[in-house]
């Protein structure tokens, strides 16, 4: 009975500490949502004008957003599940034009940040648009977005879903 007492005890310990302190402390994984930062990287914002004048709608934009961010979150930023569990000193990472501009590892909540920004900064989205959730993903909190397009919310995640090859619209939960 004692054993199975102390298993329950250092399960609870472990949510505690992944599924609440860890939200608290890092960037980005917070319980509030996004704000739109004041000020946005000269280079974010040639991506912004250059995105919204190739698309002619909301889910036009969304779609070049997804792809140049999960171009970035392969190639750039290097996100791989193995990194996200050897890389937590990159945790910390909030400055955005940091996000932007690093040949380093990533994790989701800035990844999001920064498709976050895209959006809310071009003239198809605002704040309201958007909702930040978090779902379980071999063993931690993962984070991605959905955006609101008309009456339909559609699920980002670049950072989980995009790295394992799957479209806007998917997210990635579970095991995976």
């Known amino acids: 009975m004692n054993y199975f ?23 980005f994984m917070g319980f509030g949502g996004f704000k739109a930062p004041a000020a946005v990287p000269d280079e974010m914002q040639k ?15 969304l ?6 961010v999960l171009e970035k979150t392969l190639h750039q930023w290097q996100h791989t599940r193995f990194k996200a569990g050897t890389r937590i000193y990159r945790m910390t990472v909030r400055d955005l034009k940091e996000i932007w501009s690093t040949q380093k590892f990533i994790y989701c909540g800035p990844i999001n940040f920064a498709v976050f920004t895209l959006l809310v900064k071009s003239r198809y989205f605002t ?21 609101r397009i008309g009456e339909k919310w559609v699920d980002v995640d670049p950072a989980g879903a995009g790295i394992r090859n799957q479209p806007l619209g998917t997210h990635a939960s579970f095991f995976g």
């Open 63 to 68: 779609q070049a957003v997804y792809d140049l």
């Open 127 to 147: 704040e309201q648009d958007i909702r930040v959730r978090h779902v379980f993903l071999n063993f931690v909190p993962h984070q991605y977005l959905q955006v």
């Open 47 to 61: 991506a912004i004008k250059d995105l919204e004048s190739k698309a002619a709608s909301q889910q036009a934009y």
């Open 5 to 27: 007492l102390l298993l329950i005890a250092i399960i609870a310990g472990y949510f505690f500490i992944v599924f609440v302190l860890l939200r608290l402390v890092a960037p």
